[in-house]
């Protein structure tokens, strides 16, 4: 399980940062897709919890 979460955080924390440099530069209005260092760690947290619950 643990094994999971950490995998789901790394996974979710490329995918928040491929969605802040693409979509941020798009969109320019939501402060959680436009900033870097606020995208990754929310991204990473939300990956951590789904592979949790469904790998883990």
Request: hydrophobic share 55%.
């Amino acid at each position: 399980m643990i094994l999971a979460a950490v995998i789901g955080a790394a996974a979710g924390g490329g995918v928040g940062w491929l969605v802040s440099k693409n979509l941020g530069r798009i969109t320019g209005t939501c402060p959680i897709l436009c900033n870097t260092k606020i995208a990754v760690p929310y991204f990473a947290f939300l990956g951590m919890l789904v592979a949790a619950q469904y790998l883990g």
